[in-house]
């Protein structure tokens, strides 16, 4: 059930339906909107009855919610959800950029990264100190000590940490260290770990699983909501498929999908969507131009050298080159006069 509130209730009259969901024993979810409040329930394991609220004061309507989502729909929320990090905002008019390491490897190495992403002018940088890797033999990050290097990262250069939790032990030490945390396709379903992040104060970058449908990662991203954290970024990686010129097949087409039918902004990563970084730069192109709210992208100054997926990682060059082409196709986008102009 989803209560839409009129444009002039008072506060007071909100804070009635909350008190009348929370007596009923549900969780009230509300959403302030630019023209109006929903209030999305959550907890009731059948339908309720609408005439609880439908007598209150300031309320419009109390609708039946037919979708399998209840709290990503845009039914609940018409304006798209700007999550803020700082200064930077994803969801907002201009495309965020994430940029970094696979994995943190070493003082040296982060620090060498950091300062190429942060001398391109993006100011927010990724890094897993926790691996979720194919072969338990491989490399599987620097766990704590890695976490700290990032809040080295983050004190010198003035960049906002995205990082990935691997389990639920985990979620509070790097909920500590980290502005983002990341999801990775292997625990998308992880549903232990969704309500876990449910719960934390931090925004959430959740990436779609590997061969995950659309709306498995909208009720991916409910579980994460329903606990009452509603800064969740969703992140199209690529899925599975018999394609094998590429590591994974970047499925473009999800983000006006998922914009159609959630409020919540929508990154891709071309670097884990293709595998080989002469790939990443078109790909990353489209995803702009696609409406994507945002990339994240793989760097490295040693690929060669990299502990993990050193084939897709963009030499600092080849990532210069990117920020620029991001910002030449928001500006055509968002500009068409500039279009025209440079015809
Ligand atoms: C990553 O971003 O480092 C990562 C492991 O990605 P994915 O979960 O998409 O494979
Ligand atoms: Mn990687």
Known sequence: MLIVMKQDATDAQVEEVLSVIRGLGFKPHPMPGA????????????????????MLGGVAEAIRVSKPYKLVGRDLKHE?????????????????????????????????????VASA???????GAFKPRTSPYSFQGLGESGLKILAAVREQF???????????????????????????????????LLRK?????????????????LDELLLAAEYIMAEGNYNVILCERGVRTFADHTRNTLDLSIVPAVQQRSH???????????????????????????????????????????????????????FRQLVTDV?????????????????
Not at 169 to 184: C, F, K, P, R, S
Not at 197 to 213: C, D, E, H, N, V
């Open 264 to 318: 919540l902004p929508i990154i891709v990563d071309p670097s884990h969507g293709t595998g080989k970084r002469e790939k990443v730069i078109p790909l990353a192109r489209a995803s702009i131009a696609v409406g994507a709210d945002g990339i994240m992208v793989e760097v490295h100054n040693q690929p060669e050298q990299a502990l993990s997926d050193g084939p897709q990682a963009l030499l600092p060059e080849m």
């Open 80 to 116: 798209d959800t700007i999550v803020k990090i700082g200064d930077v905002s994803i969801g907002g008019s201009v495309p965020a950029i994430i940029a970094g390491p696979c994995a943190v490897e070493s003082y040296d190495q982060t620090m060498a990264i950091a300062e190429v």
């Open 327 to 343: 910002n030449a196709i928001h500006k055509i986008l968002t500009q068409p006069e500039h279009a025209a102009a440079t015809l």
């Open 158 to 192: 003035g960049l906002s940490i995205v990082t990935e939790v691997l389990d639920t032990e985990t979620v509070d030490l790097v909920e500590e260290y980290a502005d983002i945390v990341q999801i990775g396709a292997r625990n998308m379903q992880n549903f232990s």
């Open 197 to 213: 992040i449910g719960q934390a104060k931090k925004p959430a970058i959740l990436k779609r699983g590997m061969s995950a449908t």
């Open 121 to 127: 002018g993006v100011k927010l940088f990724r890094g």
């Open 35 to 54: 023209t109006r409040t929903a209030i999305g329930i959550t907890g009731n394991p059948g339908a309720i009855d609408p005439r609880h609220f439908e």
